[in-house]
């Protein structure tokens, strides 16, 4: 993930913001309930996570994989006393103007030729997903998508959903 490989090299808080990146990517987050993201909603033993989805989404329980699993815990040790996964420097949340301008920060890094916000990341999780051939449904619990029709709009553009209707 480019954006978090940029992310990462700039700013003083350099960790912190390309975990940001990696989770909102990885899970699926938008903005708001990145932010919102604490520690008790992190069980580091069982490697799972808790993400409470907004904008009437349904919540859901997101194992934690390797990459993300180690940037946790090294946030964690970089910012022992934090009740947020990404916080500022004074202990309150990020807000989402500064989430916003870092996305957009990283993808001028990375040289694209169009600028990108968060939500993109959201949007191509969801692609990431349909294109390896995960189930509609799936996807659907995995964003948190109250209505299937929001999920749809993942797997219509994938080139190879009919690639296994036939084995020859």
Same mark, same amino acid.
């Given at each position: ?23 909102? @990517? ?17 069980d580091f033993k069982k490697a799972k996570i808790h993400i409470n989805r907004l904008k009437n989404g349904e919540p859901a329980t997101h194992p934690i994989r ?19 996964? @990404?916080?500022?420097e004074r202990g309150g949340p990020l807000t989402d103007s500064t989430v916003r301008k ?25 692609? %990431? ?16 998508? %109250? ?8 797997? %219509?553009?994938?080139?190879?959903? @009919?690639?296994?209707?036939? %084995?020859?």
């Open positions: 993930m480019l954006a978090a490989l940029a992310a990462k090299q700039i700013g003083r808080h350099g960790h912190r913001d390309s975990t940001l990146i990696l989770m909102m @990517f990885r899970h699926g987050l938008r903005v708001s309930e990145a932010i919102a993201l604490r520690w008790d909603q992190v390797g990459p993300v699993l180690r940037a946790l815990r090294q946030l964690q040790r970089d910012y022992p006393d934090s009740h947020y996964l @990404f916080q500022t870092m996305v957009s920060r990283a993808g001028r890094e990375t040289g694209l030729s169009f600028p990108i916000h968060p939500h993109m990341l959201r949007h191509a999780c969801g692609f %990431k997903l349909a294109n390896d051939g995960h189930d509609t449904r799936a996807i659907q619990d995995y964003l948190g998508h %109250k209505n299937i029709q929001h999920t749809v709009t993942y797997t %219509k553009l994938t080139s190879n959903r @009919f690639n296994n209707f036939w %084995k020859d």
